[in-house]
């Protein structure tokens, strides 16, 4: 299959069959946001699930919390976010594109490029000379580009009722201000209101620590688990759901004793590739690959991120950082509070003297939730090619998805809409419903339809009612993955279902 039309099934498969809608479509939709329909939201509710089962519930050492997206804007200013958090932004001066310089295609300085007028393969050939910011336009190959300047990712908004704008007027009102001086009295007004939407879940978990750590009696190592939303106004949203403007994040920081951060990148990206491994088909379209120093962020000591192969190339799934003591220090001196660590039965490495205070480090495996979605979902697509009787190909297309993540569990299907099949579906469905699952009753359409339907949504178990069901309480188990079906007693296809349906 073409690399590129698989990103086209999926979006397709997405929108028909209710996983991933565009956001305010009706008008016409926004291109940075998604809405998650009945059957995404399932998805992304079993995956966070799995994700918060890894991390909370199946350890002793982590505890989770659920914090406000809307921070002290001061938390914004202390972690580096207000003055670094910005992306280089280019104009294309030829085509009019708008673009991220430092992921622009790279040309060698002064080298001679050919590109169509406006943009279009319609337009005059013309010729130019690279610039010395060493890449052209991604979408015409102009080199005729805007200097860059800095575009700050994070999405502002006021909070409570004073009208910025009302107050930046009446400020300037018969005052002979130029654009610049204009400029910094509108930043002083919003600023008195101003705050931000989080960028990233991270912040809370190291302005709380200190909660957290005196509240549960925590002791180091342990580490503080969250997901929610996040928000970035990101310069290009691409991909469908791999990067849009809103988004949500499973992130965790571990705080450790200062000197054992190698060993604790090497146990965290070890247990994240696992975790990834466990719910996945294809275990090998999964890698690490370390960060070169160029690459690290000014809090980063170490990283690695987790690479899913997606159509377009490798790309980041997860990013596992080694944060070092930077953010508990910042926050610690911003605020005054003593974000350290008292540990009784360590000796200080500096005076030898018994109880050792310190700051801790940070190990940050930071998943993309919805970016997650996008990885089972690609991972998850098969396309089976057979010929019928007829010698027609027929193309199966079904979602492999683990059954711990497949949004029905079970489809149970009366054959006919009468005889008391319905009625037998019915209650077979609410035995499955009392242990826990998502399952579907549904009578309409040929069976075979059916079976294709659930196929292409992934439920990874159809259950059929027929005749004989009536008469000795056995119905067919349908594996959606090898398309076989076993005659089953009513309690051994459900005990078969619910077993199947565990995480790893
Ligand atoms: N606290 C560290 C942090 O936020 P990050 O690498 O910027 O690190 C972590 O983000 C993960 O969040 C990424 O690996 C990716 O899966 C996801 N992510 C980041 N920006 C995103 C966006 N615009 N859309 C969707 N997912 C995004």
């Known amino acids: 299959m073409n690399e590129l039309d698989l990103m086209t099934k999926i979006v397709s498969l997405c929108k028909r069959r209710g996983f991933v809608f565009q956001s305010s479509e009706i008008y016409g939709g926004l291109k940075s946001a998604y809405d998650y329909g009945p059957l995404g939201v399932e998805l992304k509710r079993n995956i966070a699930a799995a994700w918060w089962r890894s991390m909370v519930y199946e350890r002793d050492d982590i505890v989770g919390i659920d914090a406000s997206i809307i921070m002290h804007p001061k938390v914004w200013e202390t972690s580096g976010h207000v003055a670094g958090f910005s992306d280089p932004l280019v104009d294309c001066l030829n085509c009019k594109e708008r673009f991220r310089g430092d992921k622009a295609p790279r040309a060698e300085v002064g080298s001679e490029v050919v590109f169509h007028e406006g943009g279009k393969s319609s337009g005059k050939k013309l010729k130019g000379h690279v610039g010395a910011c060493g890449y052209v336009c991604p979408v015409c190959s102009s080199p005729n580009l805007s200097d860059e300047r800095q575009f700050n990712g994070m999405f502002r908004t006021t909070l409570g009722p004073v009208d910025p704008l009302a107050e930046f007027f009446k400020e300037i009102k018969e005052k002979n201000l130029d654009e610049r001086e204009m400029r910094a009295k509108y930043e002083e007004c919003l600023k008195r209101s101003l705050v931000y939407l989080r960028p990233e879940t991270a912040q ?62 090497k146990y965290w990206t070890d247990e994240r590739m696992a975790w990834y491994k466990k719910y996945a088909n294809s275990g090998e379209s999964f890698r690490l690959r370390q960060h070169d120093k160029t690459e690290l962020a000014h809090y980063s000591d170490d990283c690695y991120d987790v690479e899913y192969l997606y159509p377009w190339g490798w790309g980041e799934l997860e990013g596992i950082a080694s944060r070092t003591d930077y953010d508990l220090k910042r926050h610690g001196a911003a605020t005054g509070s003593k974000l350290s660590y008292f540990d009784q039965n360590k000796a200080d490495p500096e005076t030898g003297k018994p109880g050792w205070r310190y700051v801790p480090y940070v190990i940050e495996p930071a998943a993309g939730l919805t970016r997650t979605v996008l990885a089972m979902l690609l991972d998850a697509y098969c396309e089976e090619k057979s010929v019928d009787a007829n010698g027609q190909e027929k193309v199966r297309v079904l979602l492999k998805l683990h059954p711990a993540l497949a949004p029905i569990k079970a489809a149970v299907l009366p054959l006919v809409k009468k005889d008391g099949q319905p009625e037998k579906a019915e209650a077979i469905a609410k035995e499955l419903r009392r242990a826990g699952l998502n399952v579907a009753c549904d009578d309409a359409q040929s069976i075979g339809k059916r079976y294709a339907k659930h196929d292409e949504v992934g439920t990874p178990y159809c259950i059929t009612v027929d005749t004989q069901t009536l008469e000795d309480q056995t119905v067919t188990l349908r594996d959606r993955d090898t398309a076989q079906q076993e005659r089953l007693t009513i309690p051994a296809a459900v005990a078969k279902v619910v077993e199947a349906c565990r995480h790893p």
Not at 204 to 232: C, D, E, H, W, Y
Request: some cysteine.
């Open 204 to 265: 809370a978990m190291f302005v709380q620590f200190l909660n957290v750590q005196q509240t549960t009696s925590m002791k180091v190592p342990f580490g503080i688990a969250q997901q929610g939303k996040s928000f970035r106004n990101e310069i290009v949203v691409e991909h469908f759901i791999f990067r849009s403007c809103e988004f949500e994040q499973m992130e965790m920081e571990f705080f450790i004793e200062p000197g054992t951060q190698d060993q604790w990148l």
